[in-house]
């Protein structure tokens, strides 16, 4: 053993452990290699990079079937790993997908576990990030990243206790860096984050400035430091130096050092890696540099790696005798942050994002922002139906369980939030594996919902759910049965002021007035400054770059995008529900615009497919709102649907920007709203799904609808994003909805928080084939009273047998509301006497009480995961605003 | 444990195992798994098969390097296997190349180096084969593949001891299957021989009659059952079944047995196995069938394999509860062979050999019986260099030692052997590599025998070697020196009844009569029987096949060979010692027709080269003579340069021969020598080396010189055979010699068994460059008396500091000679009295005596390495010419 482990050795008790959380961190990595600090210090990090699908489905990827595909098998790269730490103490892997771990894991013999477990504990094997997946950053929703990490860190947290949990966020692959993501890192307890691709220009300045390492400040409304989170550029991706490759995969020259044999080579690797440490070391500030040693499903034979890696440490440090400066170890990333905390220095301060990612002039990756539509909203869609699945387990209890779901639903949302999967930068075969995933999750959830309703309502009346009323296909209104009657339910989950459960009300009967007033100026947007218009994608066959836009890149030939049609064959209906336009620019785009009656809120509602590829070119289309507001350049993208972002055209925070691609170059991810604003008007768009846009000229805002590529972007997905399927031979056509929203700046967080709450989490439908019981309850509300507008209930699901997790968060920026940006105060108390009132669940569910704003939980190693309950009440501040506030309960 | 180990579990004594040795050999295999009477056997053989240089060099191969060009990397499948041998003791591995276990071996350390052991006690690693490769069979001569065979036998035995003695050769990738490779295994104690490729005709016949195992009688001269040896075709050459290889190289569907995961397929494999073990059972005779689980490279990662494997046994064999008949078994070519023995049945006797391999009907694999012509004879002159360097060793004395002289010129000679090596088919560099092992390897023997000389001689003289004396090069001759005087060194080797060692005459003494008569019909091939042709090379751009000649496949695109001219640019020349016609056909092909003084024996010295590919046409080379001998389109070539087999045009012997290829279809590997006779005359051929040859036409004899070939004929090389060089920048120019003899049948042999030996093992020169001493031996000899004509000295060579290796062989086929086929005794009875003499070095180094005839050897587990003696007379019998004697005598 090259020294002390996690838990000292294995030997320290339960009570040491718990005295260790509330102590110095840097004590637990006793396990790390001593390092010599009058020399440079290279710490060596095996690693395996491996996608929870891409190439291959997520399956496939663990057993290693399709190699023909990619050569890719998990199950033998823990295998092999596992057996190649143990033949040398001084050895380290990390590892970071726990969808896999998992996997792997429930296949091993309670003798392997005991081997894993004490691998883990004495620091040797290390879990960084530990999220079910690692998830993208651009096209996420902050409720489903938050359940995928709860999800990883609750495996490991329950499977290794205290060793296992990572203390480093590690997202190596991601095509640009989330500011909500770092605060999510930060606020989940991680000490440090580590990633591999940022924008060319900015990383050649920070190199040069030494600010590949900063303090990024990730969020404007949390109090420092309850956001910071310090911050690590890899320096060669996640990839090993150039020539240091020795996985299976590779072909750099392995260490020859038999004298006997050909091609003694000992002298020239040792003299090349030397040069590429004193290298490393003049872009970074301390005497520690880190190296990646692995990359994409890397390690399958880590014997490889390790024998190599062996060699080289003790070739390497061999040269100390005669005079070297450099120190070789095996480290991890907690390893090597120790050593950087030692070093007691000031970081340069981040406070914005790191998107868009570009690797070259020409090589935008902003085309994933809107890559496979449908995709991406059947992921948001899934979601909102796994949060009421989720909710009705808790209010119906035990017997809403009966049947067939599992965690399979939930492992079906985690998994698609991994960089290639809600990215769309997937093959189509995996992106169709995703999307039946989410299928069979909620047919299994489904059940569930059933059950819960039968509960709730007293009526064992049977369900049906129209998953296809997208397009005006429903088993029940099909069936030769006679039908009677459509009951629609809603479930009402907390936004818009109205917290509470409604069941069995008719769809008219939600509406009861009608007043479209003030939305003059966004009918304006009709004749037509609100219109649909297209790119030509870049196939490649230019001057300047042979880049072409695909999966990945978004590279139109031209910087003005051609009008779809500047007439539009047009319908307009008015009931006394709603009235709208319906208009049809071309035979694949369409468009209704559409206003309810009681709402102030205007929908496009657009149609977009099968794109036309008989020119040869390929297509991206956008929606552009021209409208009269000064924006200057300026407009505003949410992160991951919960902070907002200032962006500025052709313009970047930190550091002086070479625009060489104007339209891709300024797109920016958009997963819940966009808006642009001048002193008197904002104008602030709720979108359905993530997608990528801009704001190319003043006043204008435009989103990316859809896509359809004919050429590979050369980024590995090796097939061009030209999506069709058995219902849509000729090209895959996408419907979706914008909403619009015209307000006073000061007042429009007001009406877009509720309202984006409202598209992410939505009203599930089910029918009934008759009458139900006049007993039957309409109703009901598992809260006693309505939250506060600023809370929002982020999460209510099953912990385990016997206790609920519960998470509330405030969902406004400290600076957007005159009104709801305050702190507030929930009272969650329950009166522990009405118990056993069933449409009280959470009397039934006996919650305990609540912690304070930030008590306790600071030290808390697994803070994503559970939060401390220590009182009744919880203060959720203003600018805590993004802090989940996690509770559990208890029956 | 599956079983008991084969010293019984490692408990046995020393005492034991020499009991052992004179026993039934099955007891010692009790390592082997149980197998089920009254189900079909499966026997599961996982196997590597690594070629000791192909596409990379043999220590490219060892270390993983240059993986760009084919991923392979020897230690770490040796590293990978023994890991996953030891995870489950059911298990089983074979390992064949001891060029590549010795390189491993030595770099382990003693913990590891005793786990091997007990692996190989225990029968769960089993040695198979265990030369130092796997020896090409068509162009590898019988002395160079004893000298590898016993390198490896040699190390695997000091090393492992009796568990390590491979029972089984394993032959499973040369193109073809020469005769006397056989009949070598069975005089080695091989149990059984096993290989791959055989002509698709053949196999097919096979398969219907249920002949793919039989025995092969492989020598028509030793007493059976001395070169009996049961032979086993492999049902997939040496592959695994379509569908279940699992190797990292594959991309076969592994075991997906996770109900909870996508695409279990446990049912799917189990039936596809089921069916496949079925279908296999019908073209074999027993209830065992074996298959070989591996292939070229493979086990890199041995837990893909074994894990596989692991559940396809355990989900197949689950089936036997459900009425299932198959059972499926961890298994080794010896397990196989004991099962095959215990069936107690009588197999197909075979008498020829395996010559020609065809896999198609276009695609006979004849064409690397002549590829590389210059390795070839480079690999023959390196051998004859070897032998004089292994004898001075002994006759020199240990001071003959001093100096770089390792084994490594040894070792050059042996990877020389292998299958892709001097058979040519490997690509350009890895020729080099070859070439030059053997260019080092000779560079450390000059010193070995610059000392033996010395040492022989009494003079210390500097001697100089002249190694590029063909293309009239010498050091010393160009050096500044004045030189006086040109000596030559005469080293005559036991052949021709002159078993001398002459020092220091010169070449002009040796030649004393000059006399030509019974040559006439040899020279009427002037005019020009004895002519020069091409065949044009198939680029594959044709109608029945796309098949282009290559260096594995030989398919001229037409049967009628062009003649490179009817006419000559001709000089004659006549000496005292030779007189030579000098004729130049045409810028790249001339000849030199040249008779000694004392000769009846014609050289024909051939110059080819460099090949014009102007009209991009591959070009074939062959010489062609045609005599009036009635043929009867009979013709004959030797096996290895020892026995000879009869050929007949367009006919096998075992089989129906639907002919497809006219020319490449007829052609035989030629090693030595080639006839054809009448009734009265036979012109015999001896070749310089290894090349291909036919009879086309009665009377007419036709040798393949050289090649030039613009495509790769599709075999894995990916090369075509196209050689050029520094030197060469325009193409490889060849020069080589036949010599040609014309007798009576009936004594033909006792001309040319001597004179094939004179071009096998030919003189060496070395020069001084100043007069010798008065007092320095002029000649030397280490016999005290001639050896019979029928007697050969195989080898001479120091076996340790203790002892010499010494074989003597009858090297007359038993049919060939009235003269000299007759049984022989040699009496190597020593005056131990004279024991200090150091000019009778057989005194000197006190051989103690000599076997009887088979006495003892037969029973003895490493027959090839050494010989038993017991007594001090060699009784060498006509018939068991080809048996090699092999003594040990001790200082």
């Known amino acids: 053993m090259g020294g002390q482990s996690c838990l000292g050795g294995g030997l320290r008790s339960l009570s040491a452990f718990l005295f260790l959380l509330i102590t110095d961190r840097s004590h637990i990595w006793t396990s790390c290699h001593a390092t010599k600090p009058d020399m440079l210090n290279v710490h060596l990090v095996p690693h395996t990079h491996d996608d929870v699908g891409w190439l291959k489905t997520v399956d496939q990827y663990y057993y290693g079937d399709r190699n023909d595909i990619q050569h890719a098998g998990v199950q033998y790269i823990l295998d092999s790993v596992v057996d190649q730490l143990l033949k040398n103490p001084d050895r380290r892997f990390i590892y970071v997908e726990t969808a896999f771990f998992y996997r792997w894991w429930k296949r091993q013999d309670s003798s392997m576990k005991q081997t894993v477990q004490q691998l883990v504990n004495e620091g040797r094997l290390e879990f960084v990030n530990g999220g079910w997946c690692m998830s993208d950053e651009a096209t996420t929703h902050y409720s489903a990243v938050i359940d995928q990490m709860t999800m990883g860190l609750r495996f490991l947290n329950d499977t290794f206790g205290v060793c296992g949990r990572p203390r480093v966020a590690w997202h190596i692959d991601p095509f640009g860096h989330a500011r909500e993501h770092a605060s999510m890192f930060a606020q989940m307890g991680y000490d440090g984050f580590?990633?591999?691709?940022?924008?060319?220009?900015?990383?050649?300045?920070?190199?040069?400035?030494?600010?590949?390492?900063?303090?990024?400040?990730?969020?404007?409304?949390?109090?420092?430091?309850?956001?910071?989170?310090?911050?690590?550029?890899?320096?060669?991706?996640?990839?090993?130096?150039?020539?240091?490759?020795?996985?299976?995969?590779?072909?750099?020259?392995?260490?020859?050092?038999?004298?006997?044999?050909?091609?003694?080579?000992?002298?020239?690797?040792?003299?090349?890696?030397?040069?590429?440490?004193?290298?490393?070391?003049?872009?970074?500030?301390?005497?520690?540099?880190?190296?990646?040693?692995?990359?994409?499903?890397?390690?399958?034979?880590?014997?490889?790696?390790?024998?190599?890696?062996?060699?080289?440490?003790?070739y390497v440090n061999a040269q100390q005798d005669l005079g070297s400066r450099v120190n070789v170890l095996y480290s991890t990333p907690s390893c090597y942050l120790q050593e950087l905390h030692r070093a007691n220095l000031t970081w340069a301060l981040k406070t914005d994002d790191f998107f868009p990612y570009a690797d070259d002039a020409h090589d935008f990756w902003t085309g994933y922002f809107s890559s496979r539509p449908a995709l991406k909203r059947y992921e948001r869609l899934s979601n909102s139906n796994l949060q009421t699945c989720n909710q009705l387990e808790v209010l119906g209890g035990p017997t809403s369980t009966n049947g067939p779901f599992g965690k399979g639903d939930k492992k079906a949302m985690a998994v698609a939030q991994h960089h290639d999967a809600v990215s769309g930068t997937e093959k189509q075969h995996v992106a169709n594996d995703y999307a039946r995933r989410l299928a069979t999750g909620w047919q299994h959830c489904q059940v569930l919902v059933s059950n819960g309703l039968a509960v709730l309502s007293g009526s064992t009346a049977q369900r049906f759910y129209c998953d296809y009323l997208n397009i005006s296909v429903c088993p029940l209104t099909e069936s030769s049965k006679k039908v009677t009657q459509t009951h629609t339910f809603y479930l009402y989950f907390p936004w818009d002021n109205v917290y509470k459960v409604c069941l069995y009300t008719t769809i008219t009967a939600t509406i009861t007035d009608y007043n479209n007033s003030n939305n003059n100026i966004l009918f304006s947007c009709l004749n037509p400054v609100c219109c649909v218009f297209r790119y030509n994608a870049s196939d490649g066959n230019n001057s300047e770059s042979i880049q072409p836009s695909g999966a990945y890149i978004f590279r139109p030939n031209s910087s003005t995008p051609f009008l779809i049609s500047s007439t539009a064959k047009t319908e307009f209906i008015q009931t006394s529900v709603v009235q709208e336009v319906r208009q049809w620019f071309s035979p694949w785009v369409s468009q209704v615009v559409r206003l309810y009656a009681h709402s102030r809120t205007l929908e496009l509602e657009w149609t977009v497919g099968p794109l036309p590829i008989h020119d040869d070119l390929g297509k991206e289309v956008i929606t552009r709102i021209d409208t009269s507001i000064e924006s200057s350049e300026i407009f505003y993208t949410d992160s991951n649907g919960r902070e907002v972002l200032q962006r500025k055209k052709d313009f970047r925070p930190t550091w002086h920007?070479?625009?060489?691609?104007?339209?891709?170059?300024?797109?920016?991810?958009?997963?819940?709203?966009?808006?642009?604003?001048?002193?008197?008007d904002q104008l602030t768009v709720v979108t359905d799904r993530s997608q990528g846009g801009s704001s190319i000229h003043n006043g204008s805002l435009e989103i990316m609808l859809h896509r359809r590529l004919l050429y590979d972007d050369v980024r590995g997905v090796a097939e061009p994003l030209n999506e069709t399927s058995a219902i849509f031979p000729e090209g895959l056509v996408v419907r979706g909805r914008l909403l619009l929203s015209l307000d006073r700046p000061a007042s429009a967080a007001d009406k877009h928080r509720p309202l984006a709450q409202e598209m992410v989490l939505q009203p599930l439908l089910t029918f009934t084939d008759g009458d139900l019981h006049p007993d039957a309850k309409l109703e009901f509300s598992g809260l006693q009273a309505a939250l506060p507008p600023a809370v929002h209930l982020l999460t209510l699901t099953q912990w385990d047998a016997q206790s609920v997790l519960l998470r509330l968060e405030h969902q406004f920026q400290s600076w957007e509301s005159d009104v709801n940006s305050k702190p507030v105060t929930v009272n969650l108390q329950t009166d522990k006497q009405t118990n056993k009132q069933t449409d009280k669940p959470w009397q039934k569910h006996n919650l305990l009480g609540v912690g304070g704003p930030t008590g306790g939980a600071t030290d808390q190693p697994w803070r994503s995961v559970r939060w401390q309950v220590e009182s009744d009440t919880v203060y959720i501040n203003s600018v805590t605003h993004t802090h989940t506030h996690t509770h559990t309960h208890t029956h």
């Open 194 to 314: 580590f990633f591999g691709r940022l924008d060319y220009q900015d990383r050649y300045q920070r190199m040069m400035q030494k600010e590949q390492e900063l303090l990024w400040r990730a969020s404007d409304s949390l109090t420092p430091p309850m956001a910071d989170l310090f911050t690590g550029i890899l320096p060669n991706g996640y990839n090993p130096p150039d020539g240091f490759c020795w996985d299976q995969s590779c072909s750099d020259p392995p260490i020859r050092d038999d004298p006997d044999l050909e091609d003694y080579n000992v002298d020239d690797v040792v003299k090349r890696f030397l040069n590429i440490a004193s290298a490393q070391s003049m872009v970074y500030k301390t005497n520690h540099i880190i190296m990646t040693m692995g990359s994409d499903f890397q390690y399958e034979n880590a014997n490889l790696w390790y024998k190599n890696l062996d060699k080289l440490i003790h």
């Open 657 to 680: 920007l070479k625009q060489s691609e104007p339209i891709a170059g300024n797109y920016y991810p958009i997963n819940s709203r966009a808006y642009i604003k001048d002193d008197v």
